[in-house]
């Protein structure tokens, strides 16, 4: 960190525009000033009117690591955060090889097994973790749902009610995880923060999904229930998960189980409903970089937030302020 200037790199954060500002609102509370740098395939996102974008490639390319070091040094990058699926990997693996920023994020080998829902099942499953039943061939139970086993933000998932659909899942290869289908359920998401230095579990803030588009949180509050904070404490310690994360479970209210759906180790977008009642983990992290472990923080519930759309204006490529 040079002086009081803190400078933090979102990977991937081009829809991030309030997680920005929350990170610059921690850090002045922290009587430093942040400076938001944003890794991106195209200039023209709307984090670009809290952030300075940088020309990136793809998360698979050969050249990443390398070239993520060249913007961290170019730019003296203290934090890296990443917003996406595929920079998760990356950003663990970054950390890993050159160790020269804080990246509040578990394993390279975790992220790939929480990607691949299959894997992530099998894993629940080892651990003894609550989470939907999966599909056994020859099971007569037709109540089921396939979920692209690399998939992301709720698409391609397949709702089967008969055995032709079922048949040609299971034809197209093991592209699918096949669970039990919840059709009366509530989806809950926790926002989570393990401490990177003792790691110890420093929030739980769990929230209802009460209307979603294109895979995001439009409308959510958040709720106090222990059973839902005890599965996942337990579920964080026994994988081993560092730094931001989001779970996801759901609720079926015909028998009041509550199961695994999904990790995501990662900060998610409708963490900023969690922020607003009290857990800020924009705070935690930013404490954590600066080498002080982060205080625990319980979520107030009955906090909403309902998103809508603003628009960014670009004028031949330079955003309009």
Known sequence: ????????????????????????????????EAAIFSYELSREVPVACEAAIIDGCRWDDPDILDRLNDVCIGNSIDIMIPFVDGAVKVAADYRDRFGSVFVPTGTSAMAEAMFDKVAAARLFAE????????????????????KPRHGSASKGIIEIHDLETLDRVLGSGDGYL????????????????????????????????????GGEVTDTVTIADERITDIVGRTLLSLGLVGAVTVQLIEDLDDGRLMLME????????AVCSVCAGVDIPAMIVAEACGVTAAPAQAKPGVRITRYMQEVVFDNGEIRK
């Open 127 to 146: 651990k003894g973790l609550p989470a939907p039943a999966t599909y056994v061939p020859g099971d007569p139970c037709l109540r089921l749902i396939a």
């Open 1 to 32: 960190m040079n002086g009081n200037r803190l400078n933090i790199l979102f990977l991937g954060g081009a829809k991030r525009v309030s997680m920005a500002r929350m990170f610059k609102d921690a850090a002045a509370r922290a009587r430093l």
């Open 178 to 213: 096949i669970q039990e289908r919840i059709d009366h359920r509530n989806e809950i998401t926790v926002d989570c923060y393990v401490s990177a230095l003792d790691g110890n579990v420093k929030a739980l803030s769990p929230r209802l999904r009460l209307a979603t588009a």
């Open 263 to 270: 990790i995501n180790p990662r900060l998610g977008g409708g």
